[in-house]
C-alpha cells in the first residue's frame, strides 16, 4: 500500500466515525435539548464533512488536530446518561481527559465531567417562549434563520410572528418575495430546510416552524394576543426607536420584553452577551444588543484589560459598507453616505468606542474610535491599538488570547486564528464576535495592535440569540465549565 493508499483509507473510516456521530448528535439534541460542541463550536445538523472540518480546524488554535477517533467514544458516553437541557463541549471532555491522571475509564470521567447535567441535578425542559421580529431587513432574516436552526426539540424559542410595514402589495405576491429573501441569501447562502408559503393565511412554513406575517406600520396597530401570542420576547430589527420611550411602545398585551438590535440610547442597557449580560436585572423590559462593532471590540478588550490592564486605546473600524449608504452617488442626510458604496472607500463615524463605557463600565482607559466604508457587502476588521499598563511580548499576548477562545467564559465570543492568508471573506458565516488575527497582531513593550475580523451580520446576529436565550431563561449551562 502507498502513502497516498494509507492516507485515503484512513480518510474514509474517519467519514465512517463522523456518519455514525450525526444520528448520536442529533438524538441528544432533539429528546434531550442537548448541544453538542466541539471547542464552542456546535456539532448539530453539520454534515459528514464539516464535522472532520471541525474537529481540524482545533490544530490552528490548540497546536494539534483533534481526531473524531478521539471524541466519539465520550459522545457515546454522553448518550448513556440521564442528561437534562445543557451544552456538552467534547472537545474540551478529550482534552481535560489528557490531562486527567486519575486513571478513570471514559465512562466514569465523562460522567463526573457532566454531573451538573444529570440525575437530580439537571434542568428539566422549559416550556417554549415566544418570539416576535419587529422588522425583516439583514439581520431580521438572520436572526430568523438561527430561530429556526435553534428551535430544536421545540422547548426554547419559537418564532410565531413577523412584522412588517403594511404598505406592501399584500395581494400580488408580497409573502412569497419575503419568504424567498429568507430563503436565498447572496452572501450567507441558501436556507437550509425547506420553506412554503400559505398566503391565504398570510404564514410562513420554514422547516414545520408556523410563522405569522403581520402587517402594521406602527407598534400600537398589532394585538398579538389575536395570534395567540404571550410573553414574547420582540426583536426590534429596525432601529426606529432607540430609547425607552420609543421602544416601550412594542410593551403591549402578548410582548413582555423587547431586544433592539442597534445601539441603545439614554438608560437602556447596551448589552454584549459574554461581558455584561449578567448583569441584567430580571425585570428588565428594554434591552440594547449595541452595535456589531462593540460586540467585536469590548470582549478582547476586556480580555486585554483583565490581564494587563489598559490606560488607553483607538479602534479603526474598516467596515463593508450597508443599506444605509447609496449604490449610486445621490442625496444622504449624512456626510460621505451619499457617494456610491460599491465604488469608494468612504470615512464616516462609529460610536462603537464610547459604547464601551456601557458595556465596560470599569474599564478606566479613554477609547476613541473612527471607521471607513469599503466596498465589500459582509465581514469588517476593527484593529485595536491599546496602551497597557505593563509591557509584554507578542507570543505572550496571543498564547493568551488563544487561551482566552479555547477555555475562558468568553469562548463563544473570541475565535482565534493563524492562517497565513486568512481574508475577509473567509469569516463570512463565523458565529463569534470576533476573530482574532494572530498573524497581523503586533506587540512591542506596553503597545499591542490587534487584528479583529468580525462578520457584522451573521456573527452579530448569533449574539442577539445569545441575549434572547439568556432573558427567557433558555441559556443552558455548559459542560465542562469554562476556567474562570
Not at 425547506?194 to 396597530?221: F, H, L, M, Q, W
Not at 497597557?388 to 473570541?414: F, M, Y
Request: proline letters at 4%; aromatic letters at 6%; one cysteine or more.
Amino acid at each position: 500500500m502507498t502513502v497516498n493508499d494509507d492516507s485515503f483509507t484512513n480518510w474514509k473510516h474517519r467519514e465512517e466515525i463522523a456518519e455514525s456521530m450525526i444520528p448520536l448528535i442529533g438524538k441528544l439534541h432533539r429528546e434531550r435539548d442537548v448541544t453538542v460542541l466541539l471547542h464552542s463550536r456546535s456539532l448539530v445538523n453539520k454534515s459528514v464533512v464539516s464535522l472532520l472540518k471541525t474537529h481540524r480546524f482545533v490544530r490552528q488554535i490548540a497546536g494539534e488536530e483533534l481526531s473524531v477517533t478521539e471524541t466519539l467514544p465520550f459522545l457515546e458516553a454522553l448518550t448513556t446518561l440521564d442528561l437534562g437541557p445543557s451544552q456538552i463541549d467534547i472537545g474540551r471532555l478529550a482534552e481535560e481527559y489528557r490531562a486527567d491522571d486519575r486513571g478513570l475509564g471514559i465512562e466514569q470521567f465523562t460522567a463526573q465531567a457532566v454531573a451538573g447535567a444529570t440525575g437530580a441535578n439537571k434542568i428539566e425542559c422549559r416550556e417554549g417562549r415566544d418570539v416576535v421580529l419587529y422588522g425583516f431587513g439583514r439581520i431580521g432574516r438572520l436572526v430568523a434563520r438561527l430561530l429556526i436552526e435553534k428551535a430544536g426539540s421545540g422547548n426554547g424559542l419559537r418564532l410565531r410572528a413577523i412584522v412588517v410595514r403594511g404598505g406592501g402589495d399584500q395581494s400580488g405576491g408580497d409573502l412569497v418575495k419575503r419568504a424567498s429573501l429568507l430563503r436565498r441569501d447572496s452572501i450567507h447562502g441558501q436556507f437550509q430546510g425547506t420553506i412554503t408559503v400559505d398566503e391565504a393565511n398570510s404564514t410562513i412554513v420554514a422547516n414545520g416552524n408556523e410563522i405569522k406575517v403581520i402587517y402594521a406600520n406602527d407598534p400600537s396597530e398589532v394585538d398579538y394576543t389575536a395570534y395567540g401570542i404571550k410573553d414574547a420576547i420582540l426583536i426590534d430589527n429596525t432601529g426606529k426607536w432607540r430609547d425607552r420611550e420609543g421602544l416601550s411602545q412594542h410593551l403591549r398585551p402578548g410582548v413582555d420584553k423587547v431586544v433592539l438590535t442597534a445601539p441603545g440610547k439614554g438608560d437602556v442597557p447596551n448589552i454584549v452577551h459574554g461581558v455584561n449580560h449578567d448583569s441584567l436585572k430580571p425585570d428588565e423590559q428594554i434591552i440594547s444588543c449595541a452595535s456589531c462593532t462593540t460586540n467585536a471590540i469590548v470582549p478582547p478588550l476586556k480580555a486585554m484589560d483583565d490581564e494587563y490592564g489598559v490606560l488607553r486605546g483607538h479602534v479603526e473600524t474598516v467596515h463593508s459598507f450597508t443599506n444605509d449608504q447609496n449604490l449610486l452617488d445621490n442625496y444622504h442626510k449624512a456626510d460621505r453616505r451619499g457617494r456610491s458604496a460599491p465604488l469608494n472607500m468612504v470615512i464616516t463615524e462609529t460610536g462603537a468606542a464610547s459604547a464601551v463605557s456601557k458595556a465596560l463600565p470599569d474599564l478606566k482607559a479613554h477609547i476613541t474610535g473612527s471607521s471607513i466604508r469599503v466596498p465589500v457587502p459582509d465581514v469588517s476588521i476593527a484593529i485595536l491599538n491599546l496602551q497597557l499598563a505593563r509591557g509584554t511580548t507578542r507570543e505572550e499576548v496571543l498564547d493568551h488570547l488563544r487561551e482566552v477562545s479555547l477555555t475562558s467564559p468568553l469562548r463563544r465570543q473570541i475565535d482565534f486564528i493563524s492562517t497565513p492568508d486568512a481574508v475577509s471573506s473567509d469569516f463570512i458565516g463565523s458565529r463569534h464576535a470576533s476573530i482574532v488575527d494572530a498573524g497581523a497582531t503586533k506587540v512591542e513593550g506596553d503597545n499591542a495592535i490587534l487584528y479583529l475580523w468580525y462578520d457584522n451580520e451573521f456573527g452579530y446576529s448569533c449574539q442577539v440569540i445569545r441575549v434572547v436565550q439568556h432573558v427567557s431563561g433558555v441559556e443552558y449551562p455548559t459542560y465542562p465549565a469554562p476556567a474562570v
